[in-house]
């Protein structure tokens, strides 16, 4: 399997072209379909400009509400928006690498901080980079770090935190120093340094210095993630009063996890805040969204001061939502609801190319898999094998596209009382009309067990509230086959891809949390190893059975 395309100098002028997903499992699992460029010409490359907008839900932004967010309503007045795009899972780092690889969490196998995106899959920037784009790329969140492998391919990649680079050399130090527990106490205090931070302004700024200084005859990839959105919910004035400035209350945005008056796990029932209260902090979450499209707006602008608007292919997008007590939880990393992982997304073309300057709404299912192999489509560049998504340029310029089911997961580590590594895997298969959620256990020393289903038909039930969990229930066994075979397609495509050797995959933090890695299977996993613990890959029977909880 061919696995990285051959570098090109200069990308040619574009051409029709017409490609097949090429992983033919991959391809029958998620329904892979013709995908086919658009009519238009260009004589150039397009620049390119992803934007990520952190923890932004999709029913927060819609692109509709000037109110919101009046840059990018303006800009999808001349785009496509996707309203039922769904993130591969609801936390930063996999599903940035699912926007990076175009491959779900369940092929990746990022879906935890111990692992980086293999050496050996082609990332979009690298693609780009290699084409002879110039790659810039500024994040803000410390998921996007290096580290994780997202700076490969990108001539400038900079940390627009405050004091990031300080945080980054306490936890180095104490790695190299073996002081694990510093490592973990500076780990955790960078995180919580970080939801604290207001970073747009930086991010700007950034982009401003670095377009100054580009070689303008090079097409370029600008790659933008934007965290302000992200709890805490500190939005400056005016936007932290324009949704709700009537709140006469004692609660804000800060400490959101931590606040004793918003959630005590010490207490029954654990939430504490009520209706009046959260509805405030919610107008905040809306506010920081207000203030982030104003960053992207001085963003556009300078695109256009340099005369690169026209001539840019524009994603908004975010990487999951997040939960305001809609399933009993807030924040986010928690579960698989559509609050956390119906995300917004919106393709601007070049102008002149088909679709361009028309605004267009598609309800088909697209997930963030799709982002990698419609970049690659508009520049006119081959989709390297390992890619599972699909172009979405066909629908942009008005063609028809398919459903297919969006396949997402979500893994969760830790502890338990008697000292035993528990890890709890969640995985969902999700079309517009129905979704299917899987929840499985394995404890340290024991195999895998089932712990819980549920089907939902989101056409009567678009909320979630109304599980089936009944394992004889026909609509459950159903979703069970169909995640099952959904599934089947991944484990073969994992097989087939060409690995580094494993310890080539770890990160830093891997070091940090060793025990808990090594408890769950990971660090003592072959050079072959597929791309996660091998237990996460084994097939499980084709009808459902409920095992007993082993507390």
Same mark, same amino acid.
């Given at each position: 399997?061919?696995?990285?395309?051959?570098?090109m100098?200069?990308?040619?002028?574009?051409?029709r072209?017409?490609?097949?997903?090429?992983l033919?499992?991959?391809?029958?699992l998620?329904?892979?379909?013709?995908?086919?460029?658009?009519c238009?010409?260009?004589?150039?490359p397009?620049?390119?400009?992803?934007?990520?907008?952190?923890?932004?839900?999709a029913?927060?932004?819609?692109f509709?509400?000037?109110?919101?967010?009046?840059?990018l309503?303006?800009?999808?007045?001349?785009g496509?928006?996707?309203?039922?795009?769904?993130a591969?899972?609801?936390?930063?780092?996999?599903s940035?690498?699912?926007m990076f690889t175009?491959?779900?969490?369940?092929?990746?196998?990022v879906?935890?901080?111990g692992?980086?995106?293999?050496p050996?899959v082609?990332?979009?920037?690298?693609?780009?980079q290699?084409?002879?784009?110039?790659t810039?790329?500024?994040?803000?969140?410390?998921? %996007?770090?290096a580290?994780?492998?997202?700076?490969?391919?990108?001539?400038?990649?900079?940390?627009?935190m405050?004091?990031?680079?300080?945080?980054?050399?306490?936890?180095?130090?104490?790695?190299?120093?073996?002081?694990?527990?510093?490592?973990?106490?500076?780990?955790?205090?960078?995180?919580?340094?970080s939801h604290?931070?207001?970073?747009s302004?930086?991010?700007?700024?950034?982009?401003?210095?670095?377009?100054?200084?580009l070689?303008?005859?090079?097409p370029?990839?600008?790659f933008?993630?934007?965290?302000?959105?992200?709890y805490?919910?500190?939005?400056?004035?005016?936007?932290?009063?324009?949704?709700?400035?009537?709140?006469?209350?004692k609660?804000?945005?800060r400490?959101?996890?931590?606040?004793?008056?918003?959630?005590?796990?010490?207490?029954?029932?654990?939430r504490?805040?009520?209706?009046?209260?959260?509805?405030?902090?919610?107008?905040?979450?809306?506010?920081?969204?207000?203030?982030t499209?104003?960053?992207?707006?001085?963003?556009?602008?300078?695109?256009?001061r340099?005369?690169?608007?026209?001539?840019?292919?524009?994603?908004?997008?975010?990487?999951h939502?997040?939960?305001?007590?809609?399933?009993?939880q807030?924040?986010?990393?928690?579960?698989?609801f559509?609050?956390?992982?119906?995300?917004?997304?919106?393709?601007?073309?070049?102008?002149?190319?088909?679709?361009?300057?028309?605004?267009?709404?598609?309800?088909?299912?697209?997930?963030?898999?799709?982002?990698?192999?419609?970049?690659?489509?508009?520049?006119?560049l081959?989709v390297?094998?390992t890619?599972?998504?699909?172009?979405?340029r066909?629908?942009?310029?008005?063609?028809?596209?398919?459903?297919?089911?969006?396949?997402?997961?979500?893994?969760?580590?830790?502890?338990r009382p008697?000292?035993?590594?528990?890890?709890v895997?969640?995985?969902?298969?999700?079309?517009?009309q129905?979704?299917?959620?899987?929840?499985?256990?394995?404890?340290?020393?024991?195999?895998?067990?089932?712990?819980a289903?549920?089907?939902?038909?989101?056409a009567?039930?678009?909320?979630?509230?109304?599980?089936v969990?009944?394992?004889?229930?026909?609509r459950?066994?159903?979703?069970?086959?169909?995640?099952?075979?959904? %599934?089947?397609?991944?484990?073969?495509?994992?097989?087939?891809?060409?690995?580094?050797?494993?310890?080539?995959?770890l990160?830093?933090?891997s070091?940090?949390?060793?025990?808990?890695l090594?408890?769950?299977?990971y660090?003592d996993?072959?050079?072959?190893d597929r791309?996660?613990?091998?237990?996460?890959?084994?097939?499980?029977?084709?009808?459902?059975?409920?095992?007993e909880s082993?507390?």
């Open positions: 399997m061919q696995m990285r395309p051959r570098p100098q200069r990308p040619p002028k574009r051409r072209t017409t490609r097949r997903q090429s033919s499992l991959l391809g029958a998620l329904g892979a379909v013709l995908c086919t460029s658009g238009g010409a260009s004589a150039s397009p620049d390119v400009l992803l934007i990520s907008l952190d923890t932004v839900r029913d927060a932004l819609t509709l509400d000037p109110r919101v967010a009046p840059h309503s303006r800009l999808a007045e001349r496509t928006i996707f309203t039922q795009a769904i591969g899972s609801s936390w930063t780092l996999p940035h690498v699912s175009g491959m779900p969490p369940a092929l990746h196998g879906q935890d901080d692992l980086r995106i293999d050996e082609p990332t979009l920037p690298e693609m780009l290699q084409a002879g784009w110039s810039a790329g500024f994040w803000t969140g410390w998921y %996007l770090a580290d994780f492998g997202f700076g490969r391919g990108f001539d400038t990649y900079a940390n627009a405050t004091d990031g680079l300080e945080r980054y050399e306490e936890m180095e130090a104490a790695v190299r120093g073996g002081d694990l527990e510093a490592a973990r106490q500076a780990f955790f205090t960078r995180h919580s340094s604290a931070d207001v970073t302004p930086k991010v700007v700024e950034l982009v401003g210095r670095t377009l100054g200084s070689d303008r005859t090079a370029l990839f600008l933008c993630h934007l965290f302000d959105p992200h805490d919910f500190i939005p400056p004035p005016p936007y932290d009063t324009r949704f709700d400035s009537g709140y006469r209350g609660i804000d945005g400490d959101f996890m931590q606040n004793r008056r918003i959630w005590d796990e010490h207490k029954n029932p654990k504490r805040i009520n209706d009046r209260d959260l509805a405030h902090v919610q107008a905040l979450y809306r506010g920081e969204i207000a203030w499209d104003a960053a992207v707006g001085r963003v556009l602008d300078r695109l256009e340099d005369g690169r608007l026209d001539d840019t292919l524009i994603i908004v997008t975010s990487d939502g997040e939960e305001f007590f809609e399933h009993g807030r924040g986010h990393r928690r579960g698989v559509d609050e956390v992982l119906r995300v917004p997304l919106l393709v601007v073309p070049p102008r002149g190319l088909a679709g361009a300057g028309v605004a267009r709404t598609v309800d088909a299912a697209v997930t963030l898999d799709d982002l990698m192999p419609t970049i690659l489509d508009y520049c006119d081959p390297p094998d890619v599972s998504g699909r172009s979405l066909p629908a942009v310029e008005q063609g028809a596209l398919p459903d297919r089911p969006a396949l997402a997961s979500l893994l969760l580590t830790g502890t008697d000292g035993k590594s528990h890890a895997l969640i995985e969902t298969l999700r079309t517009p129905e979704k299917f959620i899987r929840n499985l256990e394995v404890v340290e020393g024991k195999p895998p067990r089932v712990a289903v549920a089907w939902f038909d989101l009567q039930d678009p909320q979630e509230r109304r599980p969990s009944d394992f004889d229930d026909a459950v066994r159903a979703g069970w086959e169909a995640l099952e075979t959904a %599934l089947d397609g991944l484990r073969a495509g994992a097989r087939m891809l060409p690995r580094s050797a494993y310890a080539e995959r990160t830093r933090i070091e940090v949390f060793r025990p808990d090594k408890a769950l299977g660090l996993a072959p050079e072959d791309p996660a613990a091998a237990w996460m890959l084994e097939p499980l029977p084709r009808v459902p059975e409920p095992w082993d507390g």
